[in-house]
């Protein structure tokens, strides 16, 4: 399944420019589904169609759905009900309904990467077009299923082995509920989604971001830090939609201004991300609302080309051996090495950029080794293991 993502800040244009792709995707013979993962949700609105939480036909190979927190939560509620049941056993919560839930922060999170999962399980679609909320909290939902995981591989290993010795020990005896092993299947099972969405999500030949800006300097520069973030995550970012770029006629008068500081920012834009495709959309005399305003905007985005061919795009992060030595390149554009913070426990390493922390679990070949230095060049982040393995973990920092 190929999965496009929209991102970029407030307003930029990223559900008009989902909906159109899906729009485009869908003439191009691609059974398409654009979700709305925002909770304020105006897919609907762009496509002038009422949607709901279930797949509705837009035109015949392009459907919408906008997810709802409560319909997600209440279809996978065996699952989510016994994890969070087990995350709370220690604080002597023994129930819990959907409806309570809901209210918890991280939900919207959890329901939409499932539904991705569910999605990408049944095959019914080839193309899913994800239109998501600003920035932030975008990448909250992207960097999810990284956080999950330490979690579930920390947490739960290490209460799995408490409850045994626990119960071995002093059973029933004890007042503070002890999970079963069952609710620990459930959790694995959990789990095992977000690994696989996560597989999904950080495959560049599966997955691509596509940021959208606007010729503007806030926009731009809160895409460079969303950028960074991204590749941080692993997230192969395939191209730059630069929309509402004013055409020469429309900037007389009034909108002198607006063309001249234009074209300075799109210099800027060419400037911070070359390597990235750019491609522009005018800024047009209407809204863009409803399906012919929406191929005519597929139409001036990409042409006669089908919207969502993969770019080769190269995957940000990259596990190498250089002169029999390990090596981790992670590209971390527009990075200061003062903005990263690197540490190490046993075969994870935990990377903190800003306001943003990653954990990367070490693959095979590099378990049991420790980290030998590291260094930021060019915005490449490149981390030098020690060619013998210890047998130990240990801790190590450097920055
Ligand atoms: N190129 C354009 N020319 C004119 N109007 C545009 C253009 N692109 C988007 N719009 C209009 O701008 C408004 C905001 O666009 P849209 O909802 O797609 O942005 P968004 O990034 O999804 O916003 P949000 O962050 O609130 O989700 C809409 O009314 C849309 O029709
Ligand atoms: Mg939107």
């Known amino acids: 399944m190929r999965v496009v993502i929209y991102t970029g800040k407030g307003g930029v244009g990223k559900t008009s420019i989902a909906a159109a792709t899906g729009i485009g995707a869908a003439a191009c013979g691609h059974t398409t589904l654009v979700i709305s993962t925002d909770n304020a949700h105006s897919l609907g609105d762009s496509l002038g169609v009422p949607l709901g939480p279930d797949p509705t036909p837009v035109t015949p190979k392009l459907f919408g759905l906008e997810v709802d927190v409560l319909t997600e939560l209440q279809r996978n509620w065996g699952e ?26 991280g939900m919207e999170l959890i329901t939409a990467l499932l539904l991705l999962d569910q999605v990408a399980e049944q095959r019914r679609f080839d193309t ?8 932030a909290d975008t990448l909250r939902l992207l960097s999810f299923p990284n956080a999950v995981e330490w979690y579930f ?54 997955t691509t971001v596509r940021l959208v800006v606007n010729p503007e300097k806030m926009v731009i520069a809160e895409t460079q830090r969303a950028f960074t973030y991204l ?19 429309a900037t007389s008068g009034y909108f002198a201004n607006v063309r001249a500081e234009q074209e300075t920012n799109l210099a800027t834009l060419t400037e911070l991300f070359g390597e990235i495709p750019q491609l522009p959309v005018p800024r047009y005399p209407n809204e ?49 090495p003062d903005q990263v913070d690197l540490s ?43 060619s013998r393995r210890t047998s130990k973990p240990v801790a190590h920092a450097a920055s």
């Open 153 to 206: 591989d920390h947490l739960f290993g290490l209460q799995r082995r408490i409850a045994r010795v626990a119960r071995a020990t002093v059973g029933r005896a004890m007042k503070t509920p002890i999970p079963p092993d069952a609710f620990f299947a459930s959790v694995q099972k959990l789990h095992g989604r977000f690994q696989r969405v996560r597989t999904l999500l950080t495959d560049p030949r599966q």
């Open 128 to 135: 899913v077009v994800l239109d998501t909320a600003p920035t």
């Open 344 to 386: 190490q426990r046993g075969d994870t390493l935990f990377l903190r950029v800003g306001a943003y922390r990653r954990s990367i679990v070490l693959p095979y070949a590099f378990t049991g080794r420790t980290v030998d230095g590291a260094n930021l060049d060019h915005g490449t982040f490149t981390i030098h293991f020690a």
């Open 231 to 249: 590749c941080l995550f692993g997230f192969a970012v395939e191209l730059l939609v630069v929309n509402r770029v004013f055409p020469t006629a």
């Open 288 to 336: 863009v609302v409803g399906i012919p305003a929406l191929e005519r905007l597929e139409r001036d985005l990409f042409g006669s080309g089908d919207p969502v061919s993969v770019r080769p795009t190269p995957s940000p992060i990259r596990f190498l051996e250089r002169g029999g030595h390990p090596v981790i390149e992670l590209a971390l554009p527009y990075t200061g």
């Open 80 to 105: 989510v009900h016994r994890y969070l049941l087990a995350l709370l056993a220690s604080q002597g919560v023994e129930e819990i309904t959907a409806e309570e839930v809901v209210i918890l922060p």
